[in-house]
């Protein structure tokens, strides 16, 4: 069951390492993403989404 729904889902993978704030809304659009899932960046694009944002707190104090 899990397989199949990630086999549905069909995420993919993209990571941006230079002006975040910039590239990621960008790449989003270009794909047409419906998610985007991030780490400590996410706060500074939540208004440049066209998309669902996850935003996932990293490890650590």
């Known amino acids: 069951m899990v397989q199949n ?3 549905y889902l069909n ?3 993209h990571l941006v ?3 975040v704030r910039k590239q ?3 790449l989003a659009r270009r794909i047409d993403a ?3 899932v991030m780490g400590n960046t996410a ?3 939540l208004n440049q ?3 669902f944002l996850l935003a ?3 490890l650590g104090p």
Do not use: M, R, Y
Request: a positive charge.
């Open 5 to 7: 729904t990630f086999n």
């Open 11 to 13: 995420p993919k993978t």
């Open 17 to 19: 390492k230079e002006a």
């Open 24 to 26: 990621i809304p960008a």
């Open 34 to 36: 419906d998610l985007v």
């Open 43 to 45: 706060k500074s694009i």
């Open 49 to 51: 989404k066209d998309c």
């Open 56 to 58: 996932v707190k990293p």
